[in-house]
């Protein structure tokens, strides 16, 4: 397997980083330009956290922490993330419900947007 | 210690010793404990705590040294600070605080109260604790710590709760014991059965919502506490009454500032005027429900709780039924005022653990009652609609004194033809996707922690008319459907279904599976419309109720395999894929049926695999590890599945449809627009091939392309919500903010107008 997780976000993400190799994901990195960390969680967040960092710097998905700081992290829970990776539950809204967790730069988490990632396409 | 005074209600017992450790826990408990004792200094010179009489006031250093003296106690304190307090901050802490303030004023009432002569013996407690004693006795015979039970009432109370918490300690179920009529009033039941159901949390933070669940249960009906009563919402007026004063604490308070414990007490007194005489409530409890009555409720309640998941396989015949069910509870929940309140009291408690640190987030979002109240609530949705008739007349019965069973008899004399006035009522509410979301959280078992947040999200969203996409494996019928009555509608829908008119087919379909619930083939084809029709939820619930009439249809498992790698469920596709492989006549002997539970990727794989070198010309073999390389997301092994199967049979439209998407989400979206062109060349109301184009046009960054795809697929079928969705953040990202407020109110019309194809 390409990945050996079982969260639905490791597929969005797997996707993501097919996507940055593309035109319009370089165009993408070169607009946003943060490296953003994601702490997914199956059910609860905090708890068996998967770490995935997005680096829209060098146009790469890396499973784990990345070297040095991201601009921003952010936990999820599983189900969340694809929430808002799909655009059925905006960023904001995430944000208020305390189904989106944020810690640092807030100018780098409000580029953090359901456009920047691609859309899956259906069998 | 903090939180234990938070259960007991008890007058500080600060034992300076505890406080001096040096790490941020100590430090907390110093804040709490520090302050606790000043709010109790604070406390004296408060009017309610001075008409203490002065016999009731060596009671609380009674109590101070019969806590501290009772075995377990520093490890107790220990291990809690342990578990809560990791993240202490001042707003929790106050928080916790002003709990506790508030309670001393309310238990030296309470004490009061019990003082007084009492009306009548509860003679019958004793059989009712017995009832108790066979439901939760599992068995477990050592408790560790299993205090004497005499005294005053408020010292009996304080070493019974005690003994609660000690039950964390070693995950040990709590077991009920036989107390002496406490004499609680109402507002200290409620002030426990709120205190203990959000500690539980955090005691037993680590273990699973039934058995805190349990734990509370148990600690509220040995104390005669009914789990159920903000559910029937007997004391609407005090959650306000709490949010206010929460906001009041958030915004401008001193720690511990003296009106704070003059809000609680003077809260306490009014709530002691409202009630009357709390002991005649209690009596005309058990008069309505008799000692045992509610006992046995529960309990019945709890086991139907736990065989839901067969109910509801049993239920299938009884669909249109269900419906009715569900929107005469949607109503329930709409009009219903105190079940309102409630919502808002849940609502403060899940901002208040938003706003945070110290509590983590979901954990504190609801209490045990409201999870119950749910619970009930689920029950009565899922629970026996056919029945629903006999239930309702029995509920008015036992609980002929509860507020919204007269208020849902008023409406129901009012409505005569209720079905219909039910559905206009819905159409006209827009909480279609309420029941549904319940639906989801008890299946996942979090129904408890997710109340809150979902109700948050109810409120947040009841404008936006969408159907929830949580609704896994209940299938949603449509309001009105012009094809119930058709004298065939099976064949109605096929046909339509071959012209390409998913949405009218959809519509016949249902009316036949209405009609005939038991029709395999009618739930099928209805699945595949729904998956044409780009809804992939409606498909699984189609396919599923498929699936129960006729468990080996190969089509069927393969569709919701494939349904199921759209979600991204990976353990639920593999099952599916593999049960395909194991009905195949063909090739059924490669899958040994035990493993069924516990699959692995590659196993599944390699007996695909194995499959086509058996028979190389099945396309459907290929078809499937098509999907399966999907679900591990090798899009190139994919891909070349896919063209094999495409060899074989070049005219499957939903097969180029598959071979597009694979090579869409492999980035290879220029091949994927090609793929998918074909397909609709053979089918042209493809709706899912004209939302796939989207996708990919967006993917290349040409949202105006986009657009005009998504449109069309939308003009199709205007129920698709991904669709939807998906031209939204490309109308944003093609910088047309002027066609977003059509987008949102749905209006096709001018989005068509503007976006033609």
Known sequence: ??????????????????HLASDAGKELSKKINFVYQFNISPKKIGIEEEIFTVDLKKGEVIKGACEGKPDATFSFKDEDFVKVATGKMNPQMAFMRGAMKIKGSLSAAQKFTPDIFPKPSKM | MAMRDIVTGGASCAVPGSSSS????????????????????????????????????????????????LPGFEYDQQHQHQQQFQHPNAAGSQFLQSFRSGDQGGFAEAWNETQHPQVGPHAHAQPHFAEFDSIYDNGVASQINQPTFDGPPQRVLSNYLHSFVTSSHGGIPFRPMPLPVLGLSEGDKQCIRDRSSIMARHMFADKSEDFINSQVNTLLHSLEIDNEFRAKGSVPGQYRELEGYWNESQGNLIPGGPHVTDGWVTEYNQNVAARGNPESWAHSFEQQHGANGWASEFEQEQSQMTSMGLSRGVNIPNLAAMEQTRMLAHTLAQNEDPKFQNSKFLQFVSKMSRGELIIDDNQLKSAGASGNWAEEYQHQYIGAPSSWADQFARDELSRGTDGWVNEFTAEQEQHGTVDDQWVNEFSKLRVDDWADEFEHQVGEGALGDNWA????????????????????????????????????????????????LLSEAVLALEAEVLKNPDNSEGWRLLGITHAENDDDQQAIASMMRAQEVDPTNLEVLLALGVSHTNELEQAAALKYLYSWLQHHPKYGTLAPPEQINSLYYADVARLFNEAAQISPEDADVHIVLG??????????KAIASFETALKLKPRDYSLWNKLGATQANSVQSADAILAYQQALDLKPNYVRAWANMGISYANQGLYEDSIRYYVRALAMNPKADNAWQYLRISLSCASRNDMMEACDSRNLDVLQKEFPL
């Open chain 2, 22 to 69: 040096s790490n941020p826990i100590g430090a907390l408990a110093n804040t709490l404990l520090g302050s606790s004792s000043k709010t109790q200094e604070r406390l004296k010179e408060l009017p309610g705590a001075s008409s203490v009489t002065a016999q009731d006031r060596p009671l609380y250093p009674e109590i101070d040294t019969s806590l501290a003296s």
């Open chain 2, 627 to 636: 999907v399966l390389y999907n679900l591990s997301r090798e899009y190139d």
């Open chain 1, 1 to 18: 397997m390409a990945s050996t997780s079982t969260l639905k976000s490791a597929a969005l993400l797997d996707q993501m980083k097919l």
């Open chain 2, 453 to 500: 947040s979902s109700y948050d999200e109810f409120l947040n969203e009841q404008v936006v008319k969408q159907r929830s996409d949580t609704s896994r494996g209940v299938y949603v019928f449509s309001d009105v459907n012009p094809y119930v009555g058709h004298p065939n509608p099976l064949k109605e829908g096929q046909e339509l279904f071959r012209k390409g």
